[in-house]
């Protein structure tokens, strides 16, 4: 697919190249709107404006809520004000408020006076509520029926006011705006009787989220139940929304790569990599790097304290990095797994004690086996093969007894950090590798030391 795309792309910009716009129209109309959006992508400034104009007003509103916030910008700018204002009348209600939140201020006055009255109050609507919120990511437009009406009235409704709605699958009963059930176009259409009310097949248990509920969960609800759309409601039980799957997807695309930015010591970035500058890279980066590298001044500070007792055995020296990485890759993989599954809502701080036995037998399990490992390999690799006749019997048993003691320590401490770091409100995320190796390396050398005074240093 990837290379048929590329392939696809070389084909517009020729035939954008030789001026052929009649065809490149014709190719676009055949085209899906995201698929257009990444062709903008890649096209020279002057050029997207012309480009975009060949669309369909509806292919155009498509392509235009998938395209970049810079590129947006960039055609906003170059609009009249007919053109932005046929814009914003085909953009469904969520990605014009979506569209406003990422403008400057003086592009989104231009929006806004270009959208029709009923618009800016829906926009306004969705902007008051917190960010990240159920409210801010929902749409206003949704088809909703009387109780009283039939299943031939309601398809009818459906005709006439579908076509500027975002979804009709999925239609929500109510009366004066109270959510009293959902019936689906599919019951509709299979209903034995088209003069029966809406009433009598509508489902009344219906699954809803408040405008305040996180828009991690709602996405994940609407994973767990199957959902087209899911249903929003005010603290009075009113419907004023829904969030469809589309936008769920956008969110979990968002927060995961959040997770990813934060696991691996880099602050969240709102922009792609290619279009990220070096001095954007750098200032998402440079904190949690200074952080750390503060923070491994312990380590130093630890080994310094024993650098007598290293003085007289150095072949300890030799081992420390192995160690501190295997600690270190042990409370990655624990603190990953917990991570993934609190993002999951499989785990609770109830859950904490059988977190951590689980990860005791892992550990004991992971630390005999790589202990038994690392003894072979010093024994016959460092000893043997190498000729390091410093190493004894009792110097690899300090350091696989360190190895074992470590990987346990590690897993203990990489599975509880995150879990104790949602419950005082901090994103789980944030105590990932980076954070946990630190400590772990810190720990890994007090064991180490310690283990190699009680056995060696006598």
């Given at each position: 697919m990837a290379e048929q795309f590329v392939t696809l792309q070389k084909s517009l910009k020729k035939l954008l190249d030789e001026k052929k716009y009649q065809t490149l129209k014709d190719v676009l109309g055949t085209m899906n709107g995201a698929d257009i959006a990444a062709v903008f992508e890649d096209l020279d400034e002057e050029r997207t404006p012309l480009l975009f104009r060949l669309l369909p007003k509806e292919l155009a509103a498509e392509t235009f809520a998938e395209l970049s916030p810079e590129i947006q910008e960039q055609l906003i700018t170059g609009f009249s004000d007919k053109e932005l204002r046929e814009l914003v009348s085909e953009l469904y209600v969520d990605d014009a408020a979506d569209l406003v939140e990422e403008m400057p201020a003086n592009v989104v006055k231009r929006i806004l006076a270009q959208a029709d009255p009923q618009m800016r109050s829906e926009i306004n609507q969705i902007l008051r509520y917190p960010e990240n919120s159920a409210g801010s990511i929902m749409t206003t437009e949704y088809v909703s029926l009387r109780p009283q009406m039939t299943i031939a009235e309601a398809i009818q409704r459906i005709r006439r006011t579908g076509v500027d709605k975002e979804t009709i699958y999925t239609c929500y009963v109510t009366v004066e705006r109270k959510?009293?059930?959902?019936?689906?176009?599919?019951?509709?259409?299979?209903?034995?009787?088209?003069?029966?009310?809406?009433?009598?097949?509508?489902?009344?248990?219906?699954?809803?989220?408040?405008?305040?509920?996180?828009?991690?969960?709602?996405?994940?609800?609407?994973?767990?139940?199957?959902?087209?759309?899911?249903?929003?409601?005010?603290?009075?039980?009113?419907?004023?929304?829904?969030?469809?799957?589309?936008?769920?997807?956008?969110?979990?695309?968002?927060?995961?790569?959040?997770?990813?930015?934060?696991?691996?010591?880099?602050?969240?970035s709102e922009k792609t990599y290619l279009r990220s500058t070096p001095w954007d890279l750098f200032k998402h980066r440079i904190p949690w790097l200074m952080l750390l590298m503060v923070s491994a001044?312990?380590?130093?500070?630890?080994?310094?304290?024993?650098?007598?007792?290293?003085?007289?055995?150095v072949v300890l020296t030799a081992f420390i990095p192995m160690l501190m990485d295997t600690g270190g890759n042990s409370g990655s993989q624990a603190s990953v797994t917990v991570i993934r599954a609190l993002s999951l809502g499989e785990l609770e701080l109830r859950d904490l004690p059988k977190v951590v036995w689980k990860e005791i037998q892992t550990a004991v399990l992971c630390g005999v086996a790589l202990a038994a490992l690392c003894f072979a390999k010093i024994m016959l690799f460092d000893r043997l093969l190498l000729g390091n006749t410093d190493i004894t019997a009792l110097t690899a048993f300090v350091v696989c007894a360190t190895m074992a003691v470590t990987v346990l320590v590690a897993k203990v401490v990489g599975c509880t950090l995150p879990m104790v770091a949602k419950k005082l409100g901090f994103d789980p995320a944030v105590m990932a590798s980076p954070f946990i190796t630190t400590i772990v390396d810190a720990l890994s050398l007090l064991v180490y030391f310690g283990i190699a005074s009680a056995l060696l240093f006598k």
């Open positions: 959510l009293l059930g959902t019936v689906s176009v599919k019951d509709m259409l299979l209903a034995p009787n088209e003069n029966i009310p809406v009433s009598e097949i509508m489902d009344e248990h219906v699954i809803s989220v408040n405008t305040m509920t996180d828009q991690e969960e709602v996405a994940q609800m609407l994973s767990k139940y199957n959902f087209l759309a899911l249903p929003v409601v005010d603290t009075d039980g009113r419907m004023v929304g829904i969030v469809t799957f589309d936008d769920a997807m956008d969110v979990l695309v968002e927060e995961t790569t959040e997770d990813i930015e934060k696991m691996a010591g880099m602050l969240p001044t312990f380590t130093g500070m630890i080994i310094t304290g024993f650098e007598s007792k290293l003085a007289a055995q």
